[in-house]
């Protein structure tokens, strides 16, 4: 049996092929671009398994059928970088494979579908958020999960963990022995941390006057915040390796409000874990810059972090970047969101999803 998992981000379309023997999932073949291209030269599946930003109310995999891929669609508004991908790779799939192969959607938000009420919840009025089914739904779960999954085979260790995802979309999450407690995305994966494009945390208060003052109509702020934003507003470039590589000022103030913001975020989750035992880096951006990784945890003695910076300038993927003795962990790992997918796609091929 053959699974195929379809990862599409806001920057980037990952198709990873995994073969399931005795009980045993077997990567055979990854490939990235252009994704309804790359379907054109693979084999059918045994299923096809689609990572899904969005999807409301649905958190747990869900096979995708008419009712399903409607829920997906209402949810494109709030997902706007990520949804309409996805559902043109699930009909690309379709019309490649054909309907008899099964589609299996695994959303983003389920990690965090149990968050605390505290967490979880806006202080607006109970009437609007009842109706409206708004609450902080949290995103990025596949890969703070892969996140946690790793911490625990590298160090065998559970207990209270920071995991940090940052690639084009980033965001953070305070994880007490495999359970989330809070998370930096909310209702949309606009809130939070500073992105590539996207603005993070922003006052509301400030949305409402640049909708009177500058006369941005709803389609026109949502497309500020998720396209012109982040680094790309304040650098004028939203290539993470281009703002380091630039020596102006406003590249580098840029880096240093990029840094700022997940710091205040580990020191806030400190607070709502009762401390941390560890950090976690993982995507593009974690994995890969050493300069973000050393910014982000400068002045952070306080709450045990102390960095090899030796060790951390030439990691560039898995490895261990705090010093020997440091009461907090912190590593950088690769994040396997294929893998977290094909577990669902195994799951479902031998009937226990």
Known sequence: MEILTVNVGSSSVKLDRFTVADGQLHPVAHSRGA???LLAALPAPAVVVHRIVHGGALARPALIDASV????????PLAPLHNPPALAMIRACRQRFGPEVPQLAVF???FFADLPAVARSYALPRALTEAHGIRRYGFHGIAHQALWRAWQAHTGRAGRLVTLQLGAGASAAAIADGRPLDTSMGYTPLEGLVMATRSGDVDPGLLLHLQQAAGLDAAQMQDTLAHHSGLLGLAGNADMAAVLADP???????????CQRIRKYIGAYAAVLGGIDGIAFGGGVGEHAPAIRAGVLTGMDW???HLDQTVNAAANGTACISSAGSPCAVWVFRVDEADELARAGQALLTGRC
């Open 35 to 37: 994704g309804e291209e």
């Open 303 to 305: 709450l045990g972090v």
């Open 108 to 110: 983003d938000t389920a």
């Open 248 to 258: 102006s000022p406003a590249a580098r103030l840029a880096v240093d409000v990029y």
């Open 69 to 76: 891929e409607a829920q997906i669609e209402s949810c494109a």
